[in-house]
Nanobody, 124 residues
Framework: QVQLVESGGGLVQAGGSLRLSCAAS????????MGWFRQAPGKEREFVAS????????SYGDSVKGRFTISRDNAKNTGNLQMNNLKPEDTAVYYC?????????????????WGQGTQVTVSS
């Protein structure tokens, strides 16, 4: 079992930056792939980014490539999502997720554990 808690969300103006964190507890975090997803009102959950257990492989959704960076610190059992040049369309609840495995995973159904989410609002 893995427990995930997100933090770092908030309100920011377009063009600004936020850094989301995901604190993991429970089983060994380094054994898990970590991902970030987001869900805006009335929309389906969308893949944002994923990182392999070692940090050596990352994947990004097309809408965030070049603006967002995913990272992890296995020694601290934390994962991060650095979000730069934010746009109003980035407004959503952002979820941290974990799945046992080694490679980046792109689909929500592949993840076993989810955080409660943190709200990100980007004003124009």
């Amino acid at each position: 079992q893995v427990q995930l808690v997100e933090s770092g969300g908030g309100l920011v103006q377009a063009g600004g930056s936020l850094r989301l964190s995901c604190a993991a507890s429970g089983r060994t975090f380094r054994s898990y792939v970590m991902g970030w997803f987001r869900q805006a009102p009335g929309k389906e959950r969308e893949f944002v980014a994923s990182i392999s257990w070692s940090g050596g492989s990352t994947s990004y959704g097309d809408s965030v490539k070049g603006r967002f960076t995913i990272s992890r610190d296995n020694a601290k059992n934390t994962g991060n999502l650095q979000m730069n040049n934010l746009k109003p369309e980035d407004t959503a609840v952002y979820y941290c997720a974990a799945a046992y495995g080694s490679s980046s995973l792109l689909h929500a159904y592949e993840y076993d554990y989810w955080g409660q989410g943190t709200q990100v609002t980007v004003s124009s």
